[in-house]
């Protein structure tokens, strides 16, 4: 799939299908991102070691504030030895900070646990992100 695809599919199903290969756990996640858009800018590259552009610039935004009261929620941020110490009702959010050239935590990861159904979003906070612009439209 291509990210546009993969984009036209969520817009479709209006459903956001969670992933589960690189959480911890294997917990199915749908991930996002609270990261300034400078910043999500710097993640269009290739990474050798997942094989896959890192982020591409095809996403759906949700203000942080309604975001968080659809359930979704920042990642705790630790060393692999801590994710055993969380209880097991927050290991679906614990993702590794990373160290040297794969430091995770620039990308204020944030998590909804199973699929995500875009229509508990209101249409005045959905945001569709394209290589052409931001629409408000779905």
């Keep these: ?9 969520i817009l479709s199903t209006q459903v956001i299908k969670p992933g589960s290969r690189l959480i911890r756990g294997g917990y199915p996640v749908v991930s996002f991102t ?3 858009w400078q910043t999500i800018r710097s993640f ?3 990474q050798a070691h997942l094989r896959r552009i890192r982020f591409e610039p095809y996403a759906v935004g949700i203000p942080k504030t309604k975001a968080r009261d659809l359930g979704i929620r920042p990642v705790t941020y630790g ?4 994710f055993k110490t969380l209880p097991e009702s927050e290991r679906w959010l614990f993702q590794n900070k990373g160290q040297a050239r794969n430091v995770w935590v ?3 990861e944030w998590r909804y646990p199973g699929a995500f ?3 508990a979003v209101p249409d005045d906070c959905l945001r569709i992100l394209t290589p052409t612009g931001i629409s408000e439209n779905r």
Excluded: G, I, M, V
């Excluded at 799939?1 to 599919?9: D, I, K, M």
């Excluded at 060393?79 to 801590?82: A, I, M, N, T, V």
């Design 1 to 9: 799939y291509t990210a546009e695809r993969s984009l036209n599919q």
């Design 34 to 36: 609270a990261a300034p």
């Design 44 to 46: 269009f590259h290739w």
């Design 79 to 82: 060393l692999p030895k801590d």
């Design 106 to 108: 620039e990308e204020s």
């Design 117 to 119: 159904d875009l229509r």
